[in-house]
Structure formats: C-alpha cells, structure tokens
C-alpha cells in the first residue's frame, strides 16, 4: 500500500484494526516467556496499539510508524507529554521508555534500533500486499540476532473474499516468508464472529494465529 493509504486512514480515523484493549495472546503466550533479562521491544508497523502499553510496563519499547497522527495520538490519548526531536531523518515522539520512530520502516536503520529482545508483529505484516511481504521480512531481519524471538499474529481467511487491507497469509506462506528461521505456531482458533478488532468480515472463514518465530543457530 501507498504511505497515502494510511496517511488517510488516519486523517478520516478509518482504524478498524485498532484494538481498543490489549491483545489477549500477551497475557497468555508472552508473558510466561518473558524473563529477567527481556530488556526491549520492537514493534514495527505500530500504529497507535495499545499492546505498546502493555510492553511498556515491563520493557522499553521502540515502535516504527508512518503516521504522525498515530504516534500523536499515542500520546495524547494517554494525556502523557511527550518529546518530539528529528534524528536519522525520522520525527521520534518519545515518552519514558517508549519511543516511537514516524517515517518509513523501510528507511530505518538497524544501528537506530539495537539490542531488541522481541519483535511484536500484530497486523503488520498483514497490512502489506503479498508484492511486499518478503522485501518487510528482509528488511525485519535486519533488526534481528541470535537473541531475539519475533512474536508474529496474522490471519488467515479466503483472500477474493475480502479486498486488502488486511491480506490473508497461510502458515505455509509464512514458513516460506520467513525461510532462515525457526517458525512454530503456536496458538491457532478460528473466529466465528468474523471480528477483527474493530472490524466484521464479510468472509466464510477468519482464522487468527500466534507464530513464535527465531533466527535458526548456525
Ligand atoms: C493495520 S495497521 C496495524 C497497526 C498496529 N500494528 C495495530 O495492531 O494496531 C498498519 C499500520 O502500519 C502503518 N504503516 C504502513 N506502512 C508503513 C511503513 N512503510 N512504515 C511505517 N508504518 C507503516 C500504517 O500507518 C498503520 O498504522
């Protein structure tokens, strides 16, 4: 998609994949994974969740946006005054221990973002057409060492049912996608209201799931 496809979801307030509460899967998958050395959290594609809460009562949290309103309206939804300075060519909002970077993800440079722990994918990948999934996942890879785990939650439904955004993506494409790594799905159930966040999809089948994904050792 065109950064002028966001750019006016976001003027119109047309989120109907925002969330209005955090995601259920971090109670239950990520938080008994989560240790004393978990430090940081990328979160690329990160509109205005408020998962990025969430993490940010247990990790710094840098998140990577298009949108100016979105990394606003993090912020003041919250009634929390942040900062705003340009660095790297990005407009970086920041507040404590959440930073978020608004510009292209795909002009972020990996040495702006270091030492990350996790990777929180929630509608990220989805929100890119097939043409740019592979060119997000290398770019994503950059991001990534040995240490870090990408916890990934995408959707499955049948794709000429529903026009994207969002775009339907199989475990098997995801397997393919991400190739140089270890990929475990981990949580799968099939939404039978059809409900995506704010949204009710008008397809016969919504399946909804959690990938725990690492860089294979060498
Ligand atoms: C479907 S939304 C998901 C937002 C968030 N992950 C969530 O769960 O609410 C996709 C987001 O990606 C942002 N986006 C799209 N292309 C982008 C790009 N090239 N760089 C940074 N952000 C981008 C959009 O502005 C939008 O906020």
Same mark, same amino acid.
């Not at 790594?181 to 966040?197: G, T």
């Given at each position: 998609? $065109? ?5 006016r979801?976001?003027e #119109?307030n047309?989120?109907? +994949?925002?969330? /209005? ?5 971090l109670e239950?998958f990520l938080l ?15 509109g205005?969740s408020?998962?990025?809460v969430?993490f940010?009562?247990?990790? &710094?949290?840098?998140?990577a /946006?298009?949108s100016?309103i979105?990394?606003?309206?993090? @912020? !003041?939804?919250k009634?929390?005054?942040y %900062? %705003? ?10 507040y404590?221990?959440?930073q978020?970077? !608004?510009?292209?993800f +795909? &002009?972020?440079l990996?040495a702006?973002? /270091?030492n990350?722990d996790?990777?929180?994918? #929630?509608a =990220?990948i989805i929100?890119?057409p097939?043409?740019?999934q592979? %060119? ?6 950059? @991001?990534?060492?040995?240490k870090?785990?990408? +916890?990934l939650?995408?959707i499955?439904?049948? !794709? ?5 955004p969002?775009f339907?993506?199989?475990?098997l494409k995801i397997? &393919?996608? +991400?190739?140089? @790594?270890?990929?475990?799905c981990?949580?799968e159930h /099939?939404? =039978?209201d059809k &409900?995506f966040a704010q949204?009710t ?12 994904? $690492?860089?294979k050792?060498?």
């Amino acid at each position: 998609m $065109k950064p002028s496809f966001w750019n006016r979801c976001w003027e #119109r307030n047309s989120l109907g +994949f925002h969330q /209005e509460t955090v995601h259920p899967f971090l109670e239950q998958f990520l938080l008994p994974r989560l240790t004393a050395t978990t430090q940081h959290v990328f979160v690329p594609l990160c509109g205005k969740s408020l998962d990025m809460v969430w993490f940010a009562q247990r990790m &710094k949290v840098s998140g990577a /946006e298009l949108s100016e309103i979105a990394c606003r309206d993090f @912020f !003041q939804d919250k009634e929390l005054t942040y %900062q %705003q300075e340009q660095r790297d060519g990005f407009n970086v909002f920041s507040y404590q221990n959440i930073q978020l970077w !608004q510009g292209d993800f +795909f &002009k972020l440079l990996p040495a702006t973002i /270091e030492n990350i722990d996790w990777v929180y994918d #929630r509608a =990220a990948i989805i929100a890119l057409p097939e043409s740019m999934q592979q %060119q997000y996942v290398e770019h994503l890879s950059t @991001f990534i060492s040995d240490k870090t785990s990408l +916890f990934l939650i995408s959707i499955e439904f049948p !794709q000429e049912e529903l026009e994207g955004p969002p775009f339907s993506i199989s475990s098997l494409k995801i397997t &393919k996608l +991400f190739a140089d @790594f270890d990929v475990n799905c981990i949580a799968e159930h /099939e939404l =039978a209201d059809k &409900k995506f966040a704010q949204r009710t999809f008008n397809v016969s089948r919504l399946v909804e799931r959690l990938y725990l994904i $690492k860089k294979k050792q060498q």
